[in-house]
């Protein structure tokens, strides 16, 4: 188990799932406190290694036993938004690309797309994301690739 410390360092203080800010003098019992999260990456996989984030006591997934959920903003106008976690886990093990929210307009989409890739970039600050944004029926599809 790593020191606090360490991993609120590498996660910049932030909630890996709910991504607002932890108080690192908070009190570890109580529920904004901080935590270390020792997710296993690949679930189920023998031998693969657990990796330590850092999240609120409250939103910790206690090694995965609750699902974890990270949830999209409530500012975006996105229909059908896929779960992050879900969409981020299978790109991470098979790659490819896939359609993560519909948007009623480009606007939406390109708000969306900022937002996500933002977003991204601390949840899984090791991988490589790019949005894409395909017109279709009158709405706008965001895809992710990875
Ligand atoms: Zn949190």
Redesign the pocket.
């Known amino acids: 188990m790593s020191d606090l410390n360490v991993v609120g360092d590498q996660d910049a203080w932030r ?1 890996w ?2 991504d ?1 800010p ?1 108080d690192p003098d908070a009190s570890t019992n109580s529920d904004l406190g901080p935590s270390i999260d020792n997710f296993a990456a690949a679930k189920g996989k023998k031998g693969a290694p657990a990796v330590e984030r850092l ?2 006591r ?2 910790n997934t206690m090694k995965g036993k609750i699902a974890p959920v990270v949830p999209w903003s409530p500012d975006l106008f996105v229909v059908d938004p896929s779960p992050i976690f879900e969409s981020v886990e299978r790109l991470s093990r098979k790659g490819g690309r896939e359609i993560v929210a519909r948007c009623p307009s480009q606007a939406d989409a390109d708000q969306a797309a900022e937002w996500l890739l933002d977003r991204l970039s601390r949840f899984a600050p090791g991988m490589e994301f790019e949005a894409q944004i395909t017109p279709g029926g009158g709405q706008f599809m965001l895809a992710l690739r990875a």
């Open positions: 909630c799932l709910c607002a932890v999240a609120h409250a939103c």
